[in-house]
């Protein structure tokens, strides 16, 4: 038997997986309770905004991919807010800005996360609000664990919150192993007053227009017209309005799949990068992989990662939410035209491809700037302006019914702009994924949704729903997820094993945060897969970060199949963990 880190579970009641065990067990309480997956997602998800505050919050978003027991077909949650209605290119280049910050009040979209999780429970849940929510209101006012990734955060932006966001002072007091934020329990007890209707959907609904036509939007929209410091090193005013919120809601949508033999693979739209993935897959289809005891060898990581760079300067050129020629970009005939670029050595050029025989056009590089130095702490970077890359959590759920889920909560997390004094939480920065230059697909305007990183995964295997999963970590999830994939699939790794399995990851293309800078050529490598690999992949080219051996990657996972239920979750970091009978 593979060793692994801990146990694949395996059960036939219930899994719940995700980036912290207070979610997981939260998840699996609502599941005992008599609860569904979606009423485990949905209490998982709100305790994450508590314990993983430096990560995700109540003003950031959540694209969730989910099937229900009656019907296979994978459907999308988009719970990602558009862009204020206020919001222009030429707006922002007035106020001298090139870029949207990566911090601040200019960089809002509509806070998508409540509406979204609401609106799963009433349609496909079965519980009350107040009896999922009441986990996370339970931390918020009586305290929750603080893990160390939290402090590091707080210390890394103590002088920008003491000099410029005296709002979050809160946080700074955040010494010990415990905290609480009993304003954010307050807000969230007031919602659940205001929702009242005869039927549990109705009280939902209440709840929803609660947020985004009372109280909720209302702070938001007089706290916005303040202008604070952000990322460019300047005051700015948001342009977020309470109108914003009352005109958007949540929404379904289908999803993108692809077929790969007995497996179909879902994923949402390519207003999320999600379909990088889909066409990484389309990609390999042509090549010979191959693992070792569990381990790639170095041919098949150098094959990903040029397959990697092909899929995400196709991201760059075509991908928004906009008219995206996704039908040629996932064809195989377009991956068998595509494929014809991979070498034997690394590229250091962003390529992207003409789906269809159009003509593919790239967002000019920004202009080089100073920028504030930054620091690992742990799972993600964050610079003392705030600044971050990969702040994101994660679950997924799989119930005894059938049901499925996989969710990417993200945004609105300590330090992305300062917290709103009456509601105990702040706004997210997600606008910084547009771009300030006019005809392109993710270019800003207002409306319209920015093409974010958050990329939850389904697939299923001749034609049943068998895995949810999916990790944090911006521009790295879908090159961490394919890892997890091929040493699944093709490495014949459980679960468990399959995330132990060292990963790795490029950063040869624009990164979608602020200051979208790129390094061509370099790759992040966990250093198991041994040192003759590492030195194969600097003979190719490759400029090899050594990783280290447990640091890419915050995988979680749930499956089914054979009248069982699986769940894993990834051990970086010591914070991830399944739970499950």
Known sequence: MRFTTRPELVGTFGMVSSTHWLASAAGMAVLEDGGNAFDAAVAAGFVLQVVEPHLNGPGGEVPALFTTAGDPTPRVLCGQGVAPAAANIEGYLDLGLDLVPGTGLPAATVPGSWDAWLLLLRDHGTKELRDVLRYAIAYARDGFPVVPNIRAVIDQVRDLFTDHWPTSAHWLGVTGDRHSN?????????????????????????ARAAWSQGFVAEAIDAFCRTAVRDSSGRDHAGFLTGQDLADWSASYEDAVT?????????KCGPWTQG???????????GFELSYV?????????HTVLECAKLAFADREAWYGDADVPLDDLLSRSYADERRALVGDTASLELRPGSP???VPRLPEPPAPREVARSVEV???VISRDGRTRGDTVHVDVVDRHGNMISATPSGGWLQSSPTIPSLGFCLNSRAEMFWLTEGLPNSLAGGKRPRITLTPTLALRDGEPALAFGTPGGDGQDQWQLCFWLAHTL????????????????????SSFYPRASSPGEAYVESRVGQAALDDLRRRGHLVVDAGPWSLGRMCAVGRGGGLLRAAANPRGMQGYAVGR
């Open 356 to 358: 269809g025989g159009r």
């Open 293 to 301: 005891d569990g381990v790639p060898t170095a041919a098949t990581v």
């Open 378 to 380: 742990g799972e993600h």
């Open 258 to 266: 692809v077929d790969q033999g007995e497996w179909t693979v879902a």
């Open 275 to 285: 379909p990088v993935l889909l066409q990484q897959l389309r990609l390999l289809e």
């Open 182 to 206: 009993p304003v954010l329990a307050d807000t969230w007890e007031r919602l659940l007053a205001e929702a009242v209707g005869s039927t549990r959907e109705a009280r939902v609904d209440a």
């Open 491 to 510: 490495g014949g790794l459980n679960l468990q094993a399959a995330i132990d399995a060292p990963t790795w990851h490029s950063t040869a293309f624009p």
